[in-house]
């Protein structure tokens, strides 16, 4: 019997029982289909978040912020904890970690370090557009954040002016939809001094952010100039000297690439901590890897399933041709032919259920991902959240189509191995 006849006699053996075959096929489509749609999330995000990365183009900064402390976290023990006064002013709101002059001066000396530029922390309460209208301000972004930020309109505010970008879903305060109408707009932020006094400051809006996944772009930014502008204001009001702390630093590494590793354990040796923006979106990556591996493990169990599905069709198969068997090996059949012919049926099984699954899941996935971006997720800049990777679906079937193969070999083996003229008096 030749390659195509056996290709041929498997599928009509298949379709003998439509119903048993389909409920087979199910349970590998249920596979087939969670594993399409959750590697086609993770291959979506871990795309989106590339892109974010090289759009960038060749970043050369370190993120340095206060280490983790563990005897400076937060902890519920009722033991009273021991003063330091060297640590005392370098706190900010809600006794987060800050850095201070002495930190920035030691980022400073660090080897391969060029240039330092430290973030001050500001809470402002208002912002007023040029029609009067006052809307609360939850957050300012940092300035530092400007490389990492897509543009719907204008550009990014110039470091030595009293500029600000405003996000997209703040366009409404403005009285308009389009972006390109609040640039050159005069807005006023309004801020307490330390006696309690409100003080504003004017900005020019210079641009239209659009929000990333990461956060960046979701709230105003004003530009280093006024950031520390603002700062100065909010440390203002009374004759005292107030100890400068800053949220972050943002440390410019000469050769990034080679001495990233060194520069970081510099940091971690004065206890301060630095990460790239490839570490900081790394993490959002983590998640969604994690994620995604729980996921392919339910379709795997629901695959493992689908294997026992393929051992119970075949064994019932070659119970009810008992006798086509032994007709087949009296006619000549060897056993190699007859095993052959069990396992074609089994990854046919696993074809059928493979294809159905995977193209069930690039089509779900595709237009679920089309109508969320262009849906409830549109405000996200550049979001993408399912993508079809050939070499996972080419992965995801030959997975599938060897767990069929070797659900198939015992039913195939038992069937090779039937004595041709005992199968023939079966009845």
């Known amino acids: 019997m030749r390659s195509v006849d056996v290709v041929k006699t498997a599928l009509g053996n298949t379709m003998r029982s439509k119903t048993r075959t389909f409920l087979t096929v199910i349970a590998i489509v249920i596979g087939a289909f969670t594993l399409t749609l959750t590697s086609g999330l993770g291959a979506g995000i871990n795309k989106y978040v590339d892109s974010m990365v090289s759009g960038f183009g060749e970043t050369d900064q370190i993120y340095v912020m206060?280490?983790?402390?563990?005897?400076?976290?937060?902890?519920?023990?009722?033991?009273p904890q021991e003063y330091d006064p060297q640590e005392a002013g370098s706190t900010g709101e809600f006794g987060m970690q800050m850095l201070t002059d002495d930190d920035i001066e030691t980022i400073e000396g660090i080897d391969?370090?060029?240039?330092?530029?430290?973030?001050?922390?500001?809470?402002?309460?208002?912002?007023?557009?040029?029609?009067?209208?006052?809307?609360?301000?939850?957050?300012?972004?940092?300035?530092?954040?400007?490389?990492?930020?897509?543009?719907?309109?204008?550009?990014?505010?110039?470091?030595?002016?009293?500029?600000?970008?405003?996000?997209?879903?703040?366009?409404?305060?403005?009285?308009?939809?389009?972006?390109?109408?609040v640039l050159g707009q005069t807005v006023t932020i309004g801020l307490k001094d330390l006696a309690q006094q409100e003080q504003t400051i004017d900005a020019e809006v210079v641009g239209v952010s659009e929000q990333a996944i990461s956060g960046v772009g979701g709230s105003p930014m004003p530009s280093s100039s006024l950031n520390q502008e603002l700062n100065?204001?909010?440390?203002?009001?009374?004759?005292?000297?107030?100890?400068?702390?800053?949220?972050?630093?943002?440390?410019?590494?000469?050769?990034?690439?080679?001495?990233?590793?060194?520069?970081?354990?510099?940091?971690?040796?004065?206890?301060?901590?630095?990460?790239?923006?490839?570490?900081?979106?790394?993490?959002?990556?983590?998640?969604?890897?994690?994620?995604?591996?729980?996921?392919?493990?339910?379709?795997?169990?629901?695959?493992?399933?689908?294997?026992?599905?393929?051992?119970?069709?075949?064994?019932?198969?070659?119970?009810?041709?008992?006798?086509?068997?032994?007709?087949?090996?009296?006619?000549?059949?060897?056993?190699?032919?007859?095993?052959?012919?069990?396992?074609?049926?089994?990854?046919?099984?696993?074809?059928?259920?493979?294809?159905?699954?995977?193209g069930l899941g690039v089509a779900i996935g595709v237009g679920g991902n089309a109508a969320l971006v262009n849906g409830p997720l549109s405000g996200v800049a550049g979001l993408s959240l399912f993508a079809v990777d050939p070499l996972s679906i080419v992965l995801i079937v030959a997975l599938i189509l060897v767990i069929a193969f070797l659900a198939g070999t015992m039913p195939a083996a038992r069937a090779a191995q039937k004595d041709p003229i005992e199968a023939l008096r079966y009845e």
């Open 232 to 358: 100065d204001v909010q440390n203002s009001g009374l004759e005292v000297d107030q100890p400068q702390t800053y949220v972050q630093a943002v440390a410019t590494v000469d050769n990034l690439a080679e001495n990233e590793t060194a520069v970081k354990q510099a940091l971690s040796d004065e206890g301060l901590m630095g990460l790239t923006l490839e570490d900081q979106l790394g993490v959002i990556t983590g998640i969604i890897d994690t994620v995604t591996w729980v996921l392919n493990g339910f379709a795997l169990i629901a695959l493992l399933a689908a294997s026992f599905g393929i051992v119970n069709t075949l064994l019932m198969s070659v119970q009810e041709r008992t006798r086509e068997i032994g007709l087949m090996k009296a006619l000549g059949m060897g056993r190699g032919k007859v095993f052959g012919l069990f396992s074609t049926e089994a990854v046919l099984l696993g074809v059928m259920g493979s294809v159905i699954g995977v």
């Open 66 to 79: 206060p280490g983790a402390d563990p005897s400076q976290q937060m902890s519920t023990s009722t033991e």
């Open 112 to 181: 391969s370090v060029s240039d330092v530029e430290p973030i001050v922390f500001v809470t402002a309460d208002y912002l007023e557009t040029e029609a009067g209208d006052q809307f609360v301000v939850n957050s300012l972004g940092f300035p530092s954040d400007g490389e990492s930020m897509e543009l719907a309109a204008g550009e990014l505010p110039d470091p030595e002016a009293s500029e600000i970008t405003v996000p997209e879903t703040w366009l409404p305060a403005f009285d308009t939809e389009d972006p390109n109408a």
